[in-house]
């Protein structure tokens, strides 16, 4: 018998040390979201959309490269933890390409384009020039200056 529930993931890992993936760590990504899981004892899980993530950067220091890991640092556009890390996964050369693919599919299903990850025109500082279509408009007619000069 199938279990009703069962997620389909299009990438797992777990964070390793060294080339063992001895850890509490579980990243996953599946239904267009990016899955974390921490700890033994007490669990934390954490859910990102994929079509938030603004930016992936991947490092590997030496070591991770002799062992065939890196560590994939997300950008993203959430009010808690802007910076994802995903540490020390194996064939991360590949998970970030393949992220960087998911994100894209999940922004053109959304279809999510760059103007909503920008201001919406409004302008919440005051003594900052109102936005034009092109950026802010220094030579407004609603431009004072900061602090009315």
């Known amino acids: 018998m199938a279990k009703k529930n ?4 299009v990438w797992k890992d777990r964070k390793h040390w060294a080339w063992f993936p001895f850890s509490f760590t579980v990243y996953a990504v599946a239904d267009e979201r990016l899955h974390i899981t921490c700890g033994f004892f007490s669990k934390v899980y954490d859910e990102t959309l994929l079509y938030r993530i ?3 950067t991947l490092r590997r220091s030496f070591a991770q490269r002799l062992f065939g890991t890196g560590t994939i640092t997300l950008n993203t556009l959430v009010d ?3 910076t ?6 194996k064939n991360s050369v590949e998970t970030r390409q393949l992220l960087s693919r998911l994100v894209e599919d999940a922004r053109r299903t959304k279809n999510v384009v760059g103007k909503e990850f920008y201001s919406d025109g409004s302008c919440d500082h005051p003594g900052m020039p ?5 950026g802010p408009d220094f030579d ?10």
């Open 80 to 82: 808690h933890d802007k």
């Open 54 to 56: 603004t930016d992936l």
């Open 6 to 9: 069962a997620v389909e993931y």
């Open 140 to 149: 407004g007619p609603d431009f004072d200056g900061p602090e009315g000069d």
């Open 130 to 134: 109102p936005m034009g279509p092109d």
């Open 84 to 89: 994802i890390e995903l540490k020390n996964i």
